[in-house]
């Protein structure tokens, strides 16, 4: 799949601006607008206030809105919109009514009923279950036993087949969660007690994070962006811009392999799925409210062949490669073999700037005052590659409790530096047992800037990583 930032000539109309009003974007002729709406909302409103964080549920020509929050108050009004006509309607909704609240997810069931699951009233995070029949406009508050979800709100809900699927949000005592539960007995027919399971997937499962999108498209459940926490000694935000999948026949996750300039990362953003594109649009990234929009786009697809990928090359120092250089440069970025290699890791090796710091292990001046201070000499020493080569040894024997703090940066550093230097040379000899091999190589860490992103339980399978890789280099 290719990103493609999003360009004027793809649409006609007025494109949406970053916490702007309501805009409506119609697929078959590309044009983006604000309609005349009209309305019967009590106080003379002639739609719902202006809100954040409500649920909205598309069920054929009318779309519903739930709660959300306008300054510090917690919103529990019901509205639909005709968009045949556009016209907004409150309505008034009896029986379990759930309470005001925001941050919580909803998805429809079939074409006639909304199931709601969680939020933050203000006070606490929820774990209760509604659904509501847009027919008889009555709730009901699902009754489940046994073990549940733990409380949370801004988690995605997303109906497959005839469950409810809740993936990650933010829990009752703070933490980002990233587990992922389903909900059975949504349907009288099949005569089945409501009931959580938690499901735990084989494959490169997303990291804890709330503000995501969980979007459906064809076999796949496509999770991207969202907000996360990393750090040990001192916790800071996260804010992502992966491609993960749920394959709905294998029942495992995958990581989506992607090229070119990935979106900034973000959460609180839309992702929509449009035949075999995915639109996004809009997000926040903990600084910056965004108003761009992105194509996710099959490789084969017209949009895709109009930019070509940017690549890095690795030389001793970082190195910055755009497609304005040489021609014979841009007739040479398919035979790339930092672009194959990027195809065939499933991860992504430019950064939004197309800038990566791969510079020689002899002028990482860090790596070499450790490997210095490891064989006793000073610097500068008669042999830095036999030097750094003993530390990779110490490295390669040593256990994750045993790693120093000051050691992460240069540990970090040169395992990114031996994946690029081992795959490069094995995508050059083209052989196809290696190409199946690189296939199969997971590298959980490289797309990582600083070691400061690292989690207390990454440092494990980071070092067991680079012991694979000094092994493989030797």
């Known amino acids: 799949m290719h990103w493609v930032k999003a360009d004027r000539s793809d649409f006609s109309g007025n494109l949406p601006l970053p916490r702007s009003d309501d805009f409506f ?24 206030s202006p809100r954040a964080f409500h649920v909205a549920v598309a069920i054929d020509c009318h779309m519903f809105i739930f709660g959300g929050r306008v300054g510090n108050k917690r919103l529990g009004d019901f509205w639909m919109l005709d968009t045949d006509i556009w016209q907004w309607s409150e309505l008034t909704t009896y029986g379990d009514l759930p309470t005001p609240r925001e941050f919580a997810a909803a998805s429809a069931i079939e074409n006639r009923k909304i199931i709601m699951y969680g939020g933050w009233d203000g006070k606490k995070w929820l774990s209760d279950v509604y659904v509501l029949d847009t027919m008889s406009l009555e709730w009901m ?10 409380p949370r709100c801004g988690h995605t809900a997303t109906m497959v087949e005839k469950r409810l699927l809740i993936f990650g949000g933010r829990g009752g005592s703070g933490p980002i969660m990233g587990d992922l539960w389903a909900l059975k007995g949504l349907f009288e027919e099949d005569n089945e007690t409501p009931g959580w399971t938690l499901l735990k997937l084989p494959g490169q499962a997303p990291s ?12 796949y459940l496509l999770l991207f962006g969202g907000h996360g926490t990393g750090g040990w000694l001192s916790r800071y935000d996260i804010y992502h811009n992966d491609c993960i999948v ?11 392999p ?5 979106p900034p990362p973000r959460a609180y953003h839309s992702m929509t799925c449009i035949g075999a594109r995915y639109l996004l649009f809009g997000g926040f990234d903990g600084k ?14 017209p949009i895709a062949k109009r930019s070509i990928p940017q690549h890095i090359l690795p030389e001793s120092k970082p190195v910055t490669v755009s497609v304005s250089q040489s ?7 398919e035979q790339s073999p930092i672009l194959e290699l990027q195809k065939r890791l499933g991860v992504s090796i430019s950064s939004p700037k197309a800038h990566i710091d791969l510079s020689d292990d002899i002028d990482d001046k860090e790596l070499l005052e450790l490997s210095s201070r490891l064989t006793g000499e000073s610097l500068p020493t008669r042999d830095q590659v036999a030097c750094i080569q003993r530390l990779r040894e110490h490295w390669k024997n040593s256990s994750a409790t045993s790693v120093q703090l000051r050691e992460l940066g240069p540990l970090l550093r040169d395992y990114q530096r031996l994946i690029v230097n081992y795959h490069v040379k094995n995508i050059a000899s083209s052989s196809p047992s290696t190409a199946q091999n690189l296939g199969q190589s997971v590298h959980r860490f490289f797309h990582l800037k600083r070691a400061s992103q690292l989690r207390m339980d990454d440092i494990p399978e980071l070092l067991k990583e680079y012991q694979q890789l000094v ?4």
């Open 288 to 301: 910056s409210t965004f108003g761009d929009l992105w194509w996710l786009v099959p490789e084969d697809d």
């Open 208 to 219: 804890p994070r709330c503000g995501h999108t969980v979007t459906s498209g064809g076999h």
């Open 471 to 474: 092994s493989s280099s030797t």
């Open 141 to 150: 508050e699902l009754s489940i036993t046994g073990s549940a979800p733990p």
């Open 258 to 262: 992607t090229s070119n300039e990935s």
């Open 246 to 256: 749920l394959d709905r026949v294998s029942v495992q996750w995958k990581r989506l």
């Open 25 to 48: 974007y119609t697929a078959e002729n590309k044009f983006w607008f604000t309609p005349d709406f009209a309305g019967n909302g009590s106080d003379t409103q002639v739609g719902p």
């Open 327 to 333: 021609s014979l440069q841009d007739s040479q970025l």
